[in-house]
Every structure is written in C-alpha cells, then in structure tokens.
Nanobody, 120 residues
C-alpha cells in the first residue's frame, strides 16, 4: 500500500510559477510510475505528465510540454509549473502505478489533490 500526499498548490497570477510535491509513505516510489493529473470544474480528470522512477524518463501532455517539468529526488516527485495560464486552474493529483500509461485506470494509488488557481 502506498499513501500519497500532494503539497504546494495555491493562487498565482498568469505567467507565474508553482511547484507541487508528491510524497509517498508506506512504500517508496522505486518500482513505480508516478503520474500527475488535473481536474478542472466540470471537466474530466486529465493526464499532465509522468515519470518512471527507476529511469527518470518523463512524458508530458502536449498542453503542458515546455512549461511543466517533473523530477524526482530521494522520496518525492516534483511538478514544476512555469508560465502558468488561467486554463491550468484545476485540482492537481499525483498517482502511482506499475503501468506506463496516460490512462487513469493504470494508476493504483492516488493523493487527495491540491488546488492550483491561476488568475488572469
């Protein structure tokens, strides 16, 4: 069992930056793929990006490519968000799974989410 906790959300002006962190407890991320998803009001939860813990390989949705960066350190996965736009406003979730996928169903463990609001 893996418990995930996100932190770092908040309110930022368009063009600004935020850094989200995802911490794991119960087990380490060592054998997992860690993904970031987001859900805006009235919309489905969508894939943002992922990192394979063992290799550090990352993959991003087109909507965030070049602006968002996922990295890892000893026990955390970080989502660095730059050049934020109002349309990035959403609740952001980290998730862990053993499948290299962008589908929500491929992730077994989810955090509670953290709100990111970008004002225009």
């Amino acid at each position: 069992q893996v418990q995930l906790v996100e932190s770092g959300g908040g309110l930022v002006q368009a063009g600004g930056s935020l850094r989200l962190s995802c911490a794991a407890s119960g087990r380490t991320f060592s054998s997992y793929v860690v993904g970031w998803f987001r859900q805006a009001p009235g919309k489905e939860r969508e894939f943002v990006g992922r990192i394979t813990w063992s290799s550090g390989y990352t993959y991003y949705a087109d909507s965030v490519k070049g602006r968002f960066t996922i990295s890892r350190d000893n026990t955390n996965v970080t989502l660095q968000m730059n050049s934020l736009k109002p349309e990035d406003t959403a609740v952001y979730y980290c998730a862990a799974g053993s499948t290299l996928t962008i589908r929500r169903s491929g992730y077994d463990y989810w955090g509670q989410g953290t709100q990111v609001t970008v004002s225009s």
